[in-house]
């Protein structure tokens, strides 16, 4: 496996869900029957796909590696991406509030949906294309084939761990709801 690039086709679903995100919190109206129900499906991939399985690869075992050969994990692009990730999940919190929050939704409520979602999917989109284009290149280019086949070999361990393995088949169908929405 090549762990980048397992890294880069989840970031291809991640963008696709934050393009439904995106055009479903632009398209709330008001009246809406299923709109928590919808938003706390969001709330869940997210939480599932994009921080447990996604940004766990990355914190545990990419950026770890990283830290290991001589990144800093308090300045510079490591720091950067730890503190997006953070950033995301006091984000992720606000939405799954809402979500939870007793119909229907009042003005002020509607508004700050709207406000958290996009300020999510454009965190993300922004963080995505910073790893694809400056923190993987970096990875590359100063980590070994040893270290590759070492991170390859506990992404796999990572995947099929009893949790994140039962996550992934839990939240496979909720994808493809999302993707087609
Ligand atoms: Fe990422």
């Given at each position: 496996m090549n762990p980048i690039q397992v890294l880069m086709d989840e970031h291809q679903r991640i963008e696709s869900v934050m393009k439904r995100l995106s055009s479903w919190s632009r398209g709330?109206?008001?009246?809406?029957?299923?709109a928590r129900s919808e938003l706390a499906e969001f709330v869940e991939f997210i939480q599932s796909?994009?921080?447990?399985?996604h940004h766990g690869k990355e914190e545990e075992i990419l950026f770890a590696t990283m830290v290991e050969r001589g990144f800093s994990r308090q300045q510079g692009p490591i720091a950067v991406m730890l503190s997006e990730h953070a950033e995301g999940r006091a984000l992720t919190a606000t939405l799954r509030v809402l979500s939870e929050c007793?119909?229907?939704?009042?003005e002020e409520e509607r508004s700050k949906v709207v406000r958290a979602s996009r300020a999510f999917v454009d965190l993300l989109v922004a963080h995505i294309e910073k790893e694809d284009q400056i923190l993987y290149p970096m990875a590359e280019s100063r980590l070994s084939d040893t270290d590759w086949d070492e991170i390859g070999r506990r992404f796999e361990l990572f995947e099929s761990d009893a949790k994140n393995a039962e996550l992934r088949r839990k939240i496979a169908p909720l994808i493809t709801r999302l993707e087609g929405r």
């Open positions: 709330l109206a008001g009246g809406e029957q299923d796909f994009t921080d447990t399985l007793p119909a229907p939704w009042t």
